[in-house]
């Protein structure tokens, strides 16, 4: 089955600059791949997504890119903000009716 | 429109009870989630739903753990004589469909085994 590993598992950086996290995964059918942010003793929420289809994808202050030959794909986070703290998720799913699977999560600290 | 909702927010129970905990999906959303999320943990998956139908229930951790759906609205998820390790939070997602749509969660149950 699908593994996604994320790294590093913690993050810190200073207010303004920018915060890359990684995540690899396993399968290579895997077409879909979602962000999702967790703040403490809240919901996931889902914050980009990007499919198989497309290298880069970009929202504001995130961006997504997507590396289908090395199997990795990264979240970009520009002029980090001190509510950008939170535990990110990345996900890959293989297939239609194939389950997401995630990975453990990294923890962004922004100092301000 | 109303997001997902998950009911009880909290749950404590005695070692050796049953619990049943309850989703309501988004409005029109066929496919539907359980995940379980220990404390400072990742996302595990535990079964999903399309229709009233379960494809995929490899994630159900022990013959404790069932769960049904009915049609394409409420699911329950059953945990029958709780121990200590099923404490955790169980989070629900639903979607328009499978496939590469977005999940959107529900707040979770939070549950605690004494």
């Known amino acids: 089955g699908e593994n996604v590993e994320q790294h590093p598992s913690t993050l810190s950086v200073q207010e303004g600059d920018s915060a890359v996290i990684k995540c690899t995964y396993s399968d290579s059918a895997s077409n879909y791949f979602p962000w999702y942010k967790q703040e403490l003793g809240k919901r996931p929420q889902l914050i980009i997504d990007?499919?198989?289809?497309?290298g880069e994808k970009k929202d504001q202050r995130i961006a997504v890119t997507l590396n289908k030959t090395a199997k990795h794909f990264s979240l970009h986070i520009t002029e980090t903000q001190p509510e950008d703290s939170a535990v990110y998720f990345c996900?890959?799913?293989?297939?239609?009716?194939?389950?997401?699977?995630f990975g453990k999560g990294i923890t962004l600290s922004v100092r301000p | 429109g109303a997001g997902v909702s998950q009911s009880p927010s909290n749950k404590v129970t005695e070692k050796g009870k049953d619990v049943e905990l309850r989703c309501d999906p988004i409005s029109g959303h066929t496919a539907l989630y359980w995940y379980r999320q220990r404390l400072g943990q990742g996302l595990e998956f535990l079964i999903y739903f399309q229709g009233n139908s379960a494809p995929d229930k490899s994630g159900l951790p022990s013959d404790r753990f069932s769960a049904e759906r009915t049609g394409e609205s409420v699911s329950t998820l059953t945990i029958q004589r709780t121990q200590q390790e099923d404490s955790a939070v169980y989070l629900c997602?639903?979607?328009?469909?499978?496939?590469?749509?977005?999940?959107?969660f529900g707040d979770g149950t939070r549950l605690s085994i004494l």
């Open positions: 996900a890959a799913r293989a297939g239609a009716n194939s389950k997401l699977t």
């Open positions: 997602a639903s979607s328009l469909k499978t496939g590469n749509q977005p999940q959107h």
């Open positions: 990007i499919r198989s289809n497309v």
